[in-house]
Every structure is written in structure tokens, then in C-alpha cells.
């Protein structure tokens, strides 16, 4: 079945960086988009980036564009999203998801990252 | 950016009562909006996209539908499971692909 593992996450100071991975299993990875999507602590849900089968394509929230980079590796089966200075706002829980249509299923069970001092 | 609202914030509902929930976007965004639903501490999971069409494994009790800037989201009868947020979420113009900011079903 598919699987999508996510790893990376922890504490950070302000300013700092933080690369996520997830890993992805159960099915063919290059042949699907994928996203980046995250949940502030007791908020909703916001779209971070999105990254297609090949790597050619790549969107960015307005939010995190100039901070945040989305890679993948096909060999490896494997999403990244490198977070460049970090604020306070970027706290929240970090899904992978894989793409059907432009809506997500599924998701990953998320890594948290928490930007404090 | 589609700006996607959605009502109640919260909806009590007794067990085995119907759920009707709403979710409005602030332009035509077709039938490209899908629904998930996420419990206390757990992924958000799909339950419905194309506006109408029930994902893999989703009990019929739940329905969508809709098109252009409004759409239900309706539990025909609420099991104790079924106790969650509920998020739609449009894709029909994009970037940003964009969420609404859910509605919690509690027990009444």
C-alpha cells in the first residue's frame, strides 16, 4: 500500500534552517506530483509547495517563496524541502502528500518543526 | 487566490442525525474541490473529490455536492467516527492551491 514517511523535523532558533525528507513507498514515485502541505499548532491546513513527477515544474505559497526549496530524487523515492530562514510563523506540522488531480491522497503522518528561541 | 469559506465553524450533531456542511469559494472554481476529513492528532485523509465522487474505501453515507462557488459536504447519518474537522479545498486555479478553514463536527 502506499506509504509516505516523513522525517526531519524539530526544534530550530529564528533564522535558522531545516531540511524534510519523506519517504515514499507503494507505488511508482516519479509518475506523481507531489506537495508540501502544513498546520500551524490548533490551525487549518495551507498549501507550501508542489513539485511534479519529473522535477520540472515547481510552485511555491507566496509565503514561504525565497526561503523554502522542494527537491526529489526519483532513484531514491524521496521528497525534500530545504527551510531557510526560519520564523516563528513557519511552526506547524509538515505533510507530504501525493498528488491525484491536484488534490492530495494520501498524506503522510507529518514531522512537526517548531521555530522558538 | 481563491479564497475558500467555510460554515459552521461548528456543528453539533447527535449520533445518527444528518451533517450538512458548507464550503463556499470567492470565485468558480468548476467542480475541482475536494473534501477531507482529519480526527485529533492524525493526517488529513480524502473523502471526496471532483466535488461528488466518493474516494477509495469511503463509507456512502457521505455525499457531495456542488459546482462553481457552492458546495455541501453531507453525512447522512453520523457514526461515532465520523467526529472530525472537515477541510474543502479547491483546485481549479492554481498556485496557491487553497483550503478552507474547516468545520468541527462534535457530539451534541
Known amino acids: 500500500q502506499v506509504q509516505l514517511v516523513e522525517s526531519g523535523g524539530g526544534l530550530v532558533k529564528p533564522g535558522g534552517s531545516l531540511r524534510l525528507s519523506c519517504a515514499a513507498s507503494g507505488f511508482t514515485f516519479s509518475d506523481y506530483y507531489m506537495s508540501w502541505i502544513r498546520q500551524a499548532p490548533g490551525k487549518g491546513l495551507e498549501w507550501v509547495s508542489y513539485?511534479?513527477?519529473?522535477?520540472?515544474?515547481?510552485y511555491y505559497a507566496d509565503s514561504v517563496k525565497g526561503r523554502f526549496t522542494i527537491s526529489r530524487d526519483n532513484a531514491k523515492n524521496s521528497l525534500y524541502l530545504q527551510m531557510n530562514s526560519l520564523r516563528a510563523e513557519d511552526t506547524a506540522v509538515y505533510y507530504c502528500a501525493k498528488g491525484q488531480q491536484r488534490f492530495f491522497d494520501p498524506w503522510g503522518q507529518g514531522t512537526l518543526v517548531t521555530v522558538s528561541s | 487566490e481563491i479564497v475558500m469559506t467555510q460554515s459552521p465553524a461548528t456543528l453539533s450533531v447527535s449520533p445518527g442525525e444528518r451533517a450538512t456542511l458548507s464550503c463556499r469559494a470567492s470565485q468558480s472554481v468548476s467542480s475541482n474541490l475536494a473534501w477531507y476529513q482529519q480526527k485529533p492528532g492524525q493526517a488529513p485523509r480524502l473523502l471526496i473529490y471532483?466535488?461528488?465522487t466518493r474516494a477509495t474505501g469511503i463509507p456512502a453515507r457521505f455525499s457531495g455536492s456542488g459546482s462553481g462557488t457552492a458546495f455541501t459536504l453531507t453525512i447522512s447519518s453520523l457514526q461515532s467516527e465520523d467526529f472530525a474537522v472537515y477541510y474543502c479545498q479547491q483546485y481549479n486555479n492554481w498556485p496557491p492551491l487553497t483550503f478552507g478553514g474547516g468545520t468541527k463536527v462534535e457530539i451534541k
Open positions: 471532483g466535488a461528488s
Open positions: 513539485i511534479s513527477g519529473s522535477g520540472s515544474t515547481i
